[in-house]
Nanobody, 116 residues
Framework: QVQLVESGGGLVQPGGSLRLSCAAS????????MSWYRQAPGKERELVAT????????KYADFVKGRFTISRDNDKNTVFLQMNSLKPEDTAVYYC?????????WGQGTQVTVSS
């Protein structure tokens, strides 16, 4: 059974930082690309960052470049999203995502709210 469980969201002031985690199970984590998406109220879900299975290649949305960093620990089956210099427009539910031979999988999401 494939599971993606996010954690680490919360309320933070503008300019602050959060670190999201996504614990994966039920598939070969180290063999798959992992991604973070987000969805703000009234908006479509959008890609935030992607990291290949070895961590050798990453891709970021323009709106987070230089502020967010995706990383992974293949020994702990966990992918992270370090978010710095947060802005109110970063407020959204953040989702972990992977696509494997069995299909597409999403976590349940973790809420990030950036507000003073």
């Amino acid at each position: 059974q494939v599971q993606l469980v996010e954690s680490g969201g919360g309320l933070v002031q503008p300019g602050g930082s959060l670190r999201l985690s996504c614990a994966a199970s039920g598939f070969s984590f180290r063999g798959n690309t992992m991604s973070w998406y987000r969805q703000a109220p009234g908006k479509e879900r959008e890609l935030v960052a992607t990291m290949t299975r070895t961590g050798g290649s990453t891709k970021y949305a323009d709106f987070v470049k230089g502020r967010f960093t995706i990383s992974r620990d293949n020994d702990k089956n966990t992918v992270f999203l370090q978010m710095n210099s947060l802005k109110p427009e970063d407020t959204a539910v953040y989702y972990c995502y992977t696509r494997i031979s069995l299909g597409v999988y999403w976590g349940q999401g973790t809420q990030v709210t950036v507000s003073s």
